[in-house]
């Protein structure tokens, strides 16, 4: 990791890797920037790879008045990207990080050469059971009752939990309990982040989307997982055409986290637009 930047009432961690073109890397909920570690050999031959741990997520310190609604994340996604001096740059992005990301983009005009959209966010459609999760971390005790159902291995594998992540069940092994899930039941303040987080997801801004792709002047590329029932591809589909230039690229035997399940796919899916839009 490289030293934390001060960003509105957050200390936010972050880590460099490679050299080249600027790419900004922002991870969905409730993961961190790990979860870039699979594509990053292969992007970080050709680009400085800038990977964040958004507030309420991973390492980054949150203040108690910390806003972590997406419009607060989108400005301090977009401040910390001027602190790290990149003045033009491309983003890959995924779940609510890639919903964060095409606020920044639709801001920053043509310094965002390129956007690519793992699964993520639909105007219009509210995957399972993040609504109902948000309804419960607002009510108290929030803390010890996700993490209860966090400590049960049947929920972890099942469609509440990591079950729509992965076309193989079997990736929610031990390796990714101790990644993503033991942090959260370690520290109470971590877990009190992702809930917050969780929190910020505005579905008023969701539904706004199509407005903000329109003002997205640089290249977009999908790329889909195409067995998530999170995001389902038949709605990701009608999407592509709400930008100015943008296409869709189907990875199959994916879901949710196809960048973990599928990196070479994905890392090659990503390098052909940025060669393209370079």
């Known amino acids: 990791m490289e030293g934390p930047v001060d960003v509105d009432s957050c200390r936010i961690v972050w880590k460099r890797e490679g050299s080249g073109p600027p790419l900004l890397l922002v991870h969905g909920w409730p993961l961190h920037s790990s979860t870039w570690d699979g594509v990053l050999p292969h992007l970080s031959r050709t680009h400085t790879c800038y990977a964040p741990d958004l507030p309420g997520l991973g390492e980054t310190q949150w203040s108690d008045d910390a806003d972590l609604s997406f419009a ?8 910390l990207v001027d602190t790290l001096g990149l003045d033009r740059y491309s983003m890959i992005a995924q779940d609510t990080g890639a919903t964060i990301a095409r606020l920044v983009a639709a801001e920053h005009g043509e310094r965002v050469g390129a956007l690519v959209l793992l699964n993520t966010e639909i105007p219009g459609h509210r995957p399972p059971w993040i609504p109902l999760f948000q309804k419960t971390a607002a009510l108290p005790g929030s803390v010890s009752s996700f993490s209860l159902s966090l400590r049960s291995r049947l929920f972890l594998r099942s469609p509440m939990g990591f079950g729509g992540c992965f076309h193989d069940r079997a ?5 990714f309990v101790a990644r993503y899930v033991a942090p959260l039941l370690r520290d109470r303040r971590r877990m009190e982040g992702a809930l917050r987080y969780l929190r910020g997801i505005d579905w008023s801004i969701v539904d706004g989307l199509s407005a903000a792709h ?3 002047t640089g290249r977009v590329r999908l790329v889909w997982g195409t067995e998530d029932p999170t995001f389902p591809l038949e709605r990701a589909r009608p999407m592509v055409d709400q930008f100015r230039n943008a296409d869709l690229v189907e990875v199959p035997r994916a879901r949710l986290l196809l960048h973990e399940e599928r990196p070479d796919a994905v890392a090659a899916a990503v390098s052909e637009v940025l060669t393209a839009a370079s």
């Open 72 to 79: 607060a994340q989108a400005r301090r996604l977009a401040k």
């Open 214 to 216: 329109r003002r997205i």
């Open 171 to 175: 990736r929610i092994d031990d390796a």
